[in-house]
């Protein structure tokens, strides 16, 4: 394949040191990158931003060579396969990784996205599902781009539900083979990555049968075309063409038709047929087994969410600076006009969302420390694994909707202008919309963490029960929920303070926040307890039984996640000195939190935590700190980390 020269929106190669930020943006830019704030410096500081933005108007095809030619241009900058190892002696790098994935995201998300497809999901299928033979064979040319290929999991007829995927891998032991088959229409594999054009090979999801016995959802890789790209025998992929964005990806279909590959080609860490036909694993439980392969690809939730989080933050670079420089209507004193941001209605549309971002931010930091704990080379606990797995698919749902959400905000808060693709907003805003489905649909994602603080409430219970220290009444319950969870010490530490006597704290007390979420938690997983404890009794359909309770899920995950968020924020802010920043930040904390009660007061109200006219004090209040923290606003846009130049908005020129 001839590239040829990619179409692009220029932007300047911008180094940090050409940034003319505000002492306070400065600051609030080192805080939030937190951690890992010297890479994230390095990052912006080496970017190769130039030609960062593809040419909205490219159609399908030119959209796919650009992205590929920028893919490839990266990786000779070193932004290509960042933290993947490059063979059998290489080692892992989830840090260095996570933070590629975020630096790639200022830019075209679709370079982003395919970026992720050859070395996150391709690339860690071979790393993390595969042995050395598989490292030395395949990593070298997958890192340097010769090998592309594809993460062949979803099916027409099964996408969160992998367990129940129907292409079978069978064994046959004449040969020494496995033959990859797509039984029904319905287990074609659909919307992948590299499918439709560049991938010359997949790591396949199927149903492993040995000897007539089925053991579960493996993976194995299985060459797609040949060099001069044509379909291999038995193979047959479809392209999906357009779609509603990321035009750069190439997705695809593929369908196998007894499609036969040497034994060694399956990735057998954690199970395979050995040289004697038998199969073994070093895990025995099915569940647990299947369970254990997808959790070493937990690295894919963490960098969608915090991709999403830098789509959002861009969003709002580009709408608060807007913001900053355009006046509508005269009014008193302001014969040029009122500038946008100094309306109060248009400071309620963008300031929430920034101080979210800020809070989201916060929360991806830690995160990534837990990834990096699991994924590092000290050993880590079944606990801390299950742990991050129920953190990354709940941040990621609740940071790709809010990055949803910001977008289309910003893209109304910058009116006519923001629906001009120059000013980028509408391709963010195509973009970003698939980043709530991929990687998990968010809904179920959210059903995985409730389910995950079921298991941890109830097993509380049951040491509660052998132990026989406490008994079970309504208080114990509150004790048991409360420990289940728990965010962190800290915030339970400022809830009880108050908790007797909420009334009387202030608006922007940070214990009154804390209490009303701890309470928010609390009670909805307790509740919930109650009502699946009650539908088990239930008889006839236990389906519908539990089917009922599916928004009390949602709310108790939603619930237990804000906590989480509030926590990591109230960590930061610990950890600053007096002074300006830490003033401005307990600012934003606070609208942040006030917010999410507002969004809630229905059900603070319904149960008795909050009076009708604390409620209406919360809206003033939230009014208040929009007016404080108008004069930060330029600020606090430079703390998010997206350098001005790299915005490539025509309406900022």
Known sequence: MTLTEPDSVHTEHTPLSEEHLTVLGDRLRSVLDGTYATERAVGRATFPAEGMLRDPSLDVEASREWTL???????????????????????????????????????????????????????????????????????????????????????????????????????????????????????????????????????????????????????????????????????????????????GVDN????????RVPRRMLLDRYGGVSVDGVYASPIDNPNRRFFTMLGTLVRGRVCVGGGAGIAARRALSIAVRWGLTRHQFPAAGRPDGVLLLDYLTHQKRLLPRLARAYALGFAQNELITDLVHVQGPTPSTEEEQ???????????????????????????ACGGSGYMSENQLVEMRRDVDIFATFEGDNTVLMQLVTKALLTDYRKEWSELDRTGVVQATARVAGDAV??????????????????????????????????????????????????MRAAAKVRGDQFEAFNALGDHVQFVARAYMEQRVLTAFVDAIDALPAGETREVLERVCSLYALQSIHDDRAWFMEHNRITSGRSKAIGAQINDLCRELRPHALSLVEGLGVPEKWLGAAILA
């Open 69 to 247: 030619g920028r893919l490839l241009e990266l990786e000779r900058h070193g932004f290509g396969h960042a933290g993947v190892p490059e063979g059998a002696n290489s080692v892992s790098d989830p840090l260095t990784a996570v933070m590629a994935f975020e630096m790639l995201a200022h830019g075209d998300l679709s370079v982003t996205i395919k970026s992720g497809v050859q070395f996150g999901l391709f690339g860690g299928a071979v790393t993390n599902l595969g042995t050395d033979w598989h490292h030395e064979t395949y990593l070298p040319d997958i890192t340097s781009l010769k090998l592309l290929g594809c993460f062949a999991m979803t099916e027409l007829g099964h996408g969160s539900d992998v367990q129940s995927l129907e292409t079978t891998i069978t064994y046959i032991p004449e040969t020494d083979e496995y033959e990859v088959d797509s039984p029904t229409a319905a287990a074609t594999k659909a919307y992948i990555g590299n499918a439709a054009k560049d991938g010359t090979m997949a790591a396949v999801f199927g149903q492993l049968i040995v000897d007539g016995v089925g053991h579960g959802v493996h993976v194995v890789l299985v060459p797609l075309r040949d060099e001069s790209g044509a379909d291999l025998p038995g193979i047959t992929t479809g392209d999906h063409g357009h779609k509603g964005g990321l035009l």
């Open 386 to 412: 299950r742990s991050l797995e129920t953190h990354a698919a709940g941040l990621k749902a609740m940071t790709t909707w809010f990055a949803n959400q910001t977008v289309q905000e910003a893209r109304e």
């Open 482 to 531: 409360a420990e289940a969870t728990s965010a962190g010490l800290v915030l339970g530490a400022l809830a009880d303070a108050v908790r007797r006597r909420p009334e009387e704290t202030t608006l922007v007390d940070r214990r009154w926040h804390a209490l009303m979420f701890d309470e928010r938690a609390r009670h909805s997983l307790e509740a919930l307890a109650r009502r």
């Open 252 to 259: 695809g279909t593929i369908r196998f038709s007894r499609v």
